[in-house]
């Protein structure tokens, strides 16, 4: 029987409910992947340039510092990834939480909030953070209010 983590980062708490739900309809443990420095209103408004989330998309080799570890990691067959996309692609953090475990052996599914587009190019630059023989499969965008059923179907789907 494979071991499943959710493992996720919330700026505003949107992702948090998705990833919060999944993690008990597939009974999966949660690990919530924590900037070091929390970001604050200000940093997350991208309309301004200078903001510090924007600053880090704009960086494609920024790599925020995580508040803590999945001490366990290795324990996981299966992780699901969710985070909000941001720019089109996976937050920066998502590159640090992927190049500080050896995923080798495991398989990667992703899920994201995102307030209109879909996963666009997130799966290629998530590759990059990985060995290449760690699978990681772009999953669902899980937006609105989600229901047990819908998420017991997904998994079905995908064979978990």
């Not at 499943?4 to 700026?11: C, D, E, G, I, T």
């Not at 409910?17 to 443990?29: M, N, P, S």
């Not at 925020?64 to 089109?88: H, K, Q, R």
Request: aromatic fraction near 12%; include cysteine; proline fraction near 3%.
């Amino acid at each position: 029987m494979s071991k499943k983590l959710v493992a996720y980062f919330s700026a505003s708490g949107v992702t948090a409910h998705a990833a919060k739900l999944l993690a008990e309809v597939a009974g999966a443990d949660l690990f919530e992947i924590k900037p070091k420095v929390p970001y604050t209103k200000a940093d997350l408004d991208w309309m301004n340039k200078q903001s510090r989330s924007s600053i880090e998309m704009r960086e494609k080799t920024s790599r925020p510092v995580i508040a803590e570890t999945c001490s366990n990691m290795d324990e996981y067959d299966t992780v699901f990834l969710g985070f909000p996309i941001w720019w089109y692609v996976a937050p920066t953090i998502i590159n640090t939480f992927l190049e500080s475990y050896d995923f080798s052996q495991k398989t990667i599914i992703l899920f994201a909030t995102s307030g209109g587009s879909g996963f666009g190019k997130t799966v290629d630059g998530l590759k990059y953070s990985v060995s290449d023989k760690v699978v990681i499969k772009e999953g669902k965008i899980l937006n609105g209010s989600l229901s047990k059923s819908f998420l017991q179907a997904w998994l079905k789907d995908i064979e978990l």
